[in-house]
């Protein structure tokens, strides 16, 4: 994404290097008015006499723990670029304003940390991104703003956010969710688990909006939770034991069952093509529609296998060359069936006996199959 806004600026440089004075005045002039509108979008410069903000302020005269928040989260949250950067601040920005007046700075600061730091131990544990903690932050806080807003307009709460403020929402809004889709996407299990945290926040305190002093222990105590809940995930489910042993003979003997029980299908089909029941297509569609999809069945689970001990590592790996070369005699076989290929034939036979030989070794149990842990 970067690399993408840079490419863009160097455009816009060569552009305006080749644009006459008065072109360069004209566009520069049309960039500054548009800078200048999306400031006074994300300030509500144009609206702080709307009665909305009025009664905000009436609520919570000045707005003090977004501006720490904002200051914090660039040296907590280690941000991914100078854009990112700026696109969290912004939303942070003109969500605070509305937002910690609404829920207060307890309840939004909160939100805010939890989302950010259940965002960041998924993003951690999962790829050694930190960075989206920041923005898992602003997604959260997104969620508590979304519920809060739907709970203040069905209960006609005076906080209810008008539709003129929802339209300056909406821009800045757009931005941040774009971005998203362009870098870390908005279905990620960090931007999740930062939503999860915003929506249930805005669940627990909508109900108290109108008390002057909302259940904060609640909402500590819920948003704690997650957080825990999502460290254990991350630490279980994500980073199981190193030391965990893993029983690769259940996968061998399937690899072992699966040839015993193709070989003997076609050699029941070959039976009935011999006796001409079967043409020679009908017998190369038995191997593609029957047998090979069951070998890379096998080849696929293969595949999963994580955590192997060392001294099991060449029985898998030999399984893995067994289907593979199995794998490809059988496509030589279908080759040669669709075009009488006695020739082919010969390839696949040919191929078939280099994977048999193969085989023969997951056949003769060894010892590191039948590994143990250790007391």
Known sequence: MTHFVTLIVILLGVGLYFMTPAERTRVLQAVLAGLRRLKAAATFEEMQSDPFFEALRARTPRVLAMPALLVLSTIVFIQSSVLS??????????IGLILERVVGRVAFTTVYVASGAA?????????????????????????????????????????????????????????????????????????????????????????????????LRRLATAMGAIVTVVGLYAVAVMHP?????????????????????????????????????????????????????ELRAVAGRLGTLKDVPPEDQPVVAAAQQFLKLRDESWQLRVTALHKSDMRGLRQADTKERASREVFHRLQMPPQASAHQPAS
């Open 85 to 94: 950067l700026i696109i969290n601040a912004a939303c942070l920005w003109q």
């Open 241 to 293: 034991p190193a030391n965990e042993t893993v029983d690769i003979r259940p996968e061998i003997d399937r690899v072992i069952a699966v040839e015993a029980r193709t070989v003997d299908l076609y050699e029941k089909e070959v039976e009935r093509f011999r006796k001409g029941r079967i043409t020679a297509l009908a017998l190369a569609a038995v191997i593609e529609k029957t047998i090979v999809p």
């Open 119 to 215: 965002a960041g131990i998924i993003g951690l544990s999962a790829s050694g991104d930190a960075s989206i903690g920041a923005s898992g932050a602003v997604l959260g806080i997104y969620g508590l703003l979304l519920v809060t807003s739907i709970w203040c307009a069905i209960d006609r709460s005076s906080l209810a956010i008008p539709l003129d403020v929802a339209k300056q929402l909406a821009p800045v809004a757009a931005i941040f969710v774009l971005y998203k889709l362009m870098t870390t996407g908005l279905w990620s299990m960090p931007s999740l688990a930062a939503v999860v945290c915003g929506l249930i926040g805005g669940i627990i305190v909508a109900r108290d909006l109108d008390s002057p002093t909302p259940q």
